[in-house]
C-alpha cells in the first residue's frame, strides 16, 4: 500500500511544473485524493482535491487559476499540473489518499520557486 510522488523540482518564477502521485495496492478509485504542501514552521496547507471520479475539485484561493489537478483511475495516478508559479509555491507537496478507513500519504515531492 503505498502512494509515490514526483515531478518536484527547482523552477523559476513563472515557471510551470507537473507533480504525478501514482498509488498501488490498494483501491485507489475508491479514495478521494488531495495534494498538501507544507513549508517548515507552518501547517499542511491543502492545495488541491479531487473526489472519486474526478466529478469534482476544490482548490485554495492562493492556487485557482493557476493549478489543475486531475486523475486517471485507470492508471491510480493523480496529477497537479502547476503554473505561473510563485516562491511562495516552495514548500514539500504530499499526495493524500482518503478511503472510508483509510488515509494514505506519500513521501512528498520538494518544489522550490526561486531565480
Known amino acids: 500500500v503505498q502512494l509515490v510522488e514526483s515531478g518536484g523540482g527547482l523552477v523559476q518564477p513563472g515557471g510551470s511544473l507537473r507533480l504525478s502521485c501514482a498509488a498501488s495496492?490498494?483501491?485507489?478509485?475508491?479514495?478521494?485524493v488531495s495534494w498538501v504542501r507544507q513549508t517548515p514552521g507552518k501547517e499542511r496547507e491543502l492545495v488541491a482535491a479531487i473526489t472519486t471520479a474526478g466529478g469534482n475539485t476544490i482548490y485554495a484561493d492562493s492556487v485557482k487559476g493557476r493549478f489543475t489537478i486531475s486523475r486517471d483511475n485507470a492508471k491510480n495516478t493523480v496529477d497537479l499540473q502547476m503554473n505561473s508559479l510563485q516562491p511562495e509555491d516552495t514548500a514539500v507537496y504530499y499526495c493524500n489518499a482518503e478511503g472510508v478507513l483509510t488515509s494514505i500519504w506519500g513521501q512528498g515531492t520538494q518544489v522550490t520557486v526561486s531565480s
Open positions: 495496492g490498494f483501491t485507489f478509485s475508491s479514495s478521494r
